[in-house]
């Protein structure tokens, strides 16, 4: 046996379970580089794809290309927030001509893609989120919440402050004209409609600084700030004049579904069947690489452009759009419908008003004269948030979770989650045939986009099959790859005129909170994993001091001092304890040199003596069996709790620290540190910012590790706390990326430690040890 350890052993021990969470947690997610910039503007990116593309294969006429955007006309622009004219009804089957044998296919889109826009920007309005959807493939660019509860991260630029004012997303792809920045779309309650600037109109300048593109508007916006009033210079209706606008920029709205480069937009759809034409299962091509979209996720049956051709609009409203596509080679219309619920006026206030979701309506009609069997392909959300990318670990249902994993719930069973790593190796046996869908979706850290079949009968099966989706390139970082989930329905026999295929979807697109979650059927996406149990009464007590104090930075030091006053009496028993080895130090020193070679006899004096002197070796794990849940609670929530994303530790107009859930963050090191320490992907790399609250919660522990280590009673046990401080430096650099709110834990809990120490009355120094413990006598 060996010899008990001393205090300096719990303490130790303690840290190494502590930090071991944390080296589990980022080895397990290491990877080598970091991703792209996702603050590059979508349109650069897009374009740097194009050029990429065009190097490695043979030109194209535009004609050929399905993709290819003509310039926006600018005479033509009002009518992009503006409803088209709707289509002719169509013809009562008996009436309609059998269309011609030889009917050509649905021409590729070539014409001018035009926006529009559901809800608003503006929390004041009747909606939570701002939708801009597409004619081109009736699909979604962007759903931005617009409550300040729920803004984007803003960026630092190094010296406490924050950089880049919103303007309002004016350009979706960017379109090649070098003499200014053409406005694509405007939406409501964005400083952008605020100010008047409406679709069709040239922004040339900001401010002294002349914009030739959508890429020079975006970098000139960077420079900004929230708040602040810049003027626009612009030129309007085709003509040369300009005209100076000003406008007053706000902060950025989350974005929680939005254009990733040149990947696939959210929502497209296509048919998957008519009659006796099929797609495809599909397959992975080998060949392919990996630094591309697969071909698959594009694929349509012959004659078919739905998802890169254009849609008629029928209507549009502030809160409702319809699409419409015929199809005459077969005598079939699709057509596509969003919708927004309103917020009833007296819920205006209330946040937690369950109205973060989309109505959408799939719908296909027999308008022909022969009979058909069909069946639709439709895909789920694209370009989910990558917020803290180089710190974040989201906490998932599979141990190859990334930041934007694709999730099911068959069967009314618990939810099952595909990690993005493993859909990014192009792994299609993730696959679920015949099954009722209770809901799909993508689910990233702190917010989903999910369908959710608006079912009668929740057994019954709308899809023929289901699956994981990787829509965007793979880099070397597989778990941020852009993901998506596809659907398939069953098929179905439509006689001319009668009964549509239709399916009704809600969408819902907001944040992991547990009450607006619950209302949609999806409380399930709050996991905390292994520690639920303690993570979410730690949320609760969170959230109870919050409510109290409004801050949770104080809500953090209340916790501490609550977690600490129940431990006093331990703690103080640890003190004590530590006391009485201090003072058996002499004769556990004479034991040692009475029995140098037998170790037996030696392990058993020790324990006579203290049992006779009434110590316990190991009392002072208690303290550690407490706090470490403690731990492994706080970190959990921090990851996890929406409600802790974006909260400051003083206030908010303090930019350093403004996030608890991440490192504080107190100034842009990249430009000049190695890129090796500063790209963050991995576990021995610090990131891009220098952080100061984990320096200071290594030289805290450093301190406790001195006061709270007796001297050592022989070289073996001097080496032991020679390593233990090297130990604590090269944790340190693991700890380096935690979050703030945990290091702000960790501080408060060292100082009260600290502290207690001092001041704990200490016992009187005697000549030799404590009297032998008197044992009770029983009473006769």
């Known amino acids: 046996m060996h010899e008990p350890r001393k205090n300096s052993g719990n303490f130790a021990l303690f840290m190494f379970l502590t930090f071991g969470v944390l080296i589990v947690h980022n080895m397990w997610f290491g990877q080598k580089e970091p991703p792209p910039d996702k603050d590059k503007p979508v349109a650069q990116a897009k374009a740097d794809a194009d050029k990429k593309k065009q190097a490695d294969e043979p030109k194209k006429e535009d004609a050929d290309d399905p993709k290819a955007v003509e310039p926006v006309d600018p005479t033509k622009s009002d009518e992009t927030q503006t409803a088209a004219e709707p289509t002719e009804e169509p013809k009562p089957a008996a009436e309609e001509e059998a269309p011609p044998i030889d009917a050509g296919p649905m021409p590729k889109f070539a014409g001018t893609e035009r926006w529009y826009t559901l809800g608003s920007a503006d929390p004041k309005d009747p909606y939570r989120m701002l939708v801009t959807v597409t004619d081109r493939g009736a699909a979604v660019a962007s759903i931005a919440l617009n409550s300040p509860r729920y803004r984007a991260l803003m960026e630092d630029d190094g010296w406490l402050s924050r950089r880049g004012g919103y303007l309002g997303n004016v350009v979706i792809r960017e379109e090649k004209s070098g003499n200014g920045c053409l406005v694509q779309v405007v939406g409501r ?47 309007r209706n085709g003509n040369e004049e300009e005209e ?13 579904v939005r254009p990733e ?83 009833p006026e007296k819920e205006q206030e209330n946040t937690d008003y369950p109205a973060y979701n989309l109505v959408m309506e799939v719908s296909v009609r027999n308008v022909g004269s022969r009979t058909r069997e069909v069946a639709y392909q439709l895909d789920g959300p694209t370009g989910l948030p990558l ?17 934007r994993d694709v999730v099911v719930r068959r069967n009314e069973q618990t939810p099952v989650m595909v990690g993005c790593s493993s859909i990014a190796k192009d792994n299609l ?71 549509p295929l239709k399916h009704d979807f809600t969408v819902f697109a907001g944040p992991k909170r547990e009450d607006i979650l619950a209302h949609y059927g999806l409380g399930e996406l709050v996991y905390y994993g292994w520690f639920d149990f303690v993570a979410r009464p730690m949320a609760m007590i969170l959230n109870f001091f919050f409510a109290i104090v409004k801050n949770y930075g104080l809500a953090i030091l209340m916790l501490t001092v609550l977690v600490r006053g129940i431990m006093y009496p331990m703690s103080r028993k640890q003190a004590q304890g530590a006391q009485k080895m201090a003072e058996l130090q002499p004769e556990i020193k004479k034991i040692q040199e009475k029995h140098k070679k037998d170790m037996e006899a030696r392990t058993k004096a020790q324990q006579e003596l203290f049992k006779k002197h009434g110590y316990n070796p190991l009392s002072g794990c208690l303290v550690m069996f407490v706090q470490l849940p403690v731990f492994i609670g706080l970190y959990r929530a921090l990851m996890v709790n929406v409600e802790l994303r974006g909260s400051p530790l003083l206030w908010s107009s303090f930019r350093w620290c403004s996030n608890l859930a991440a490192p504080d963050m107190l100034f842009d090191w990249h430009a000049w540190m190695p890129m090796y320490f500063t790209h963050g992907i991995g576990a021995f790399t610090l990131g891009p910012y220098f952080n100061i609250l984990p320096i200071v919660t290594v030289v805290l522990f450093l301190m406790q590790q001195k006061m709270f280590m007796p001297p ?10 020679n390593v233990m401080k ?34 704990l009355p200490k016992t009187p120094k005697k000549d030799g040890p404590s009297p032998p413990v008197q044992k009770p006598r029983r009473k006769k």
């Not at 917020?387 to 930041?403: H, I, Q, R």
């Not at 829509?471 to 329905?489: A, F, H, K, W, Y």
Request: proline residues 6%; glycine residues 8%; charged residues 25%.
């Open 189 to 235: 309650g964005t400083p952008a409609e605020k100010a008047g600037l409406k679709p069709g109109d040239v922004i040339k300048a900001v401010g002294q600084t002349k914009i030739a593109s959508a890429k020079k508007l975006d970098e000139a916006l960077r420079q900004t700030r929230p708040g602040r009033k810049i003027d626009l210079t612009v030129s």
């Open 244 to 256: 100076t606008v000003p406008v007053t920029l706000g902060i950025p709205p989350l974005d929680v």
């Open 261 to 343: 480069a040149n990947d696939p937009l959210s929502f497209q759809m296509t048919l998957s069947r008519i009659d006796d034409e099929t797609l495809p299962d599909m397959e992975v091509d080998k060949a392919q690489p990996k630094d591309r979209i697969p071909a698959y996720v594009e694929d349509e049956l012959d004659g078919l452009n739905l998802r890169g051709g254009t849609w008629d609009v029928v209507e549009h409203s502030q809160d409702r759009i319809e699409f419409r596509c015929k199809l005459p080679r077969w005598g079939l219309e699709v057509s596509k419908v969003y919708r927004l619920d309103r917020v």
């Open 387 to 403: 917020e803290g990318w180089w710190f974040a670990n989201k906490v998932g249902y599979c141990w190859s979770a990334g930041l």
């Open 429 to 499: 046996e993730a696959a679920w045939d015949e099954e009722s869908i209770t809901f799909i979706g993508v689910d990233a850290q702190y917010f989903s986009a999910i369908l959710i079949p608006r079912k009668e009968d929740p057994a019954e099966i709308w899809f023929a099959n289901s699956m994981p989706l990787r829509v965007g390139p793979t880099n070397d970082i597989e778990r941020l790859t852009n993901v998506s989930c596809r659907v398939r329905s069953v098929k179905l026999e439509l006689v001319p005129g009668g009964e």
């Open 712 to 721: 050592p009673a022989d070289e073996q046990q001097a080496m032991q706390q």
């Open 726 to 759: 090297y130990m604590m430096l090269f944790m340190g650099i693991l700890f380096f990326k935690v979050a703030s709110g945990l290091c702000v834990y960790f501080i408060a809990s060292s100082l009260w430690g600290l502290a207690e120490r001092k001041f």
